[in-house]
């Protein structure tokens, strides 16, 4: 059948959620704060300190422009066929590589126009790990009414879900902020033998908590894991200490550390130091930071390139600039080498105070290092400038990258268009907007925003309320595709 649009559809769940828990709780979390023993924590984590440290420098490498167009040309080429009733005798490799890299973007309406195409083909076989994939990537993308009529369609294909089906299931429904069905996913696991809920699935049920502001429900899935016999893994206290720290709850993220060493199977890694030092580092708590990331350091656990990253952020956030240059002065002695990120960083945060002359020396010390640069650094680039007046170095900017493979996205156009707008230069903006849209990136709320304010700046009421009007058709456009079931 052809791909159709479909009214979202959820699974049917009873209202009210059976969320009874047991009363036991894990004390260290509710007690008094304890302290921490520098050489217990010493002893125990050095174990795995230098494993944790390796696995923690170790980085995916970026795609060169080359594979990424070969990838687009592969996902567009596969979509194009997807109407036609004639392709039904494809060759697995090109329509499944395309599927991948779909999922693998997050680029969920590509890949269930491809899903779709895929079950056409005489050689398709229905598979419980496809199904578990798109359902991770619908998550990813708060799509829980598609995640719902994905799972009906492998139904009705006659397979049994698997406790990983379900597991994506839960994420997908929690991420979305529907809760209330990712607990009752969890409450059905319990009545299917082999799918009972394990470790990674409170795990992700935890994540989606702590992402939603749900602290009040962490205690409940501890004590449901305990009265089940389901120990706390590593991920999941690392899960929990990211969340407590993110929402600024730093006295229950030492804490769920304290447990967590208490635990006797659970060490600290580096994904802990990371937590630990961005919490400090964000709400501005620097000796905190400083303090905290010496103890890892006791602990044997050493810092990768994630957390020196979040050390210069938090130094520039606090105006502490020489640090945060000193930071860059450590890593070079060290032998660590500054990523697109580590550039990216330093010159917003240069870039945020006017400081133009620091902003394109470390810009240029990027280049001369062979570090590409990419849409965000011309981002901030092009902000700072804007902010400044420097409308020329932003007309620089736009040169450099017609002459570069750098990808634009919707962020940079936004920045690009808000430079013009402070100047007035309306017409320039009309320009940008048009090959914002040659180029396929989208306008957003902040592009029809940006452009609203500056014509109304300029007394051109018609204009910006032509745009208006634009942008609630634009909203009334969106829809949701599924696959042709």
Known sequence: MEPHLLDPAVLSCPSSIPLTYNTHSLKVLKGTKPTLNSSLLLVRAGKRSSESSQKGLQRQPKKDLSQILRTEAAISGIERKVNSKKYNTLWPKPVLE??????????????????GLLRKQHWYEPRCQTYTKLLMMLGKCKQPEQASLLFEVMLSEGLQPTLDVYTA????????????KAFCIVEDMKSVSDC????????????????LGRFDLIERIFSEMSYLGIECSTVTYNTIIDGYGKAEMCELMERSLTAMIGSGTCLPDIFTLNSFIWAYGNSGQIEKMEKWYDEFQLMGIRPDIKTFNILIRSYGKACSYEKMVSVMEFMKKRFYSPTVVTFNIVIEMFGKVGNIEKMEEFFLKMKHQGVKPNSITYCSLVSAYGKVGYLKKVDSILRQIENSNVILDTPFFNCVL????????????????????????????????????????????????????????????????????
């Open 169 to 180: 299931l839960v994420s997908a429904y929690g991420y979305s902020g529907q809760l209330d």
């Open 418 to 485: 808000s430079a013009y707008g402070q100047a007035g230069d309306v017409k320039r903006m009309g320009e940008l907007f048009l090959d914002m849209k040659e180029r396929k990136c989208k306008p957003d709320n902040i592009t029809f925003a940006t452009m609203i304010q500056a014509y109304k700046a300029q007394g051109m009421t018609e204009a910006a309320q032509n745009l208006e009007v634009n942008m609630i058709a634009t909203k009334d456009k969106s829809g949701t595709r599924l696959i042709g079931c």
């Open 196 to 211: 009972r809920p394990d470790v990674y699935t409170y795990s992700i049920l935890i994540k989606c908590c702590t992402k």
């Open 98 to 115: 395309a599927l991948d890299e779909a999922i693998r973007e997050n680029r969920y309406e590509s890949a269930l126009k491809i899903f």
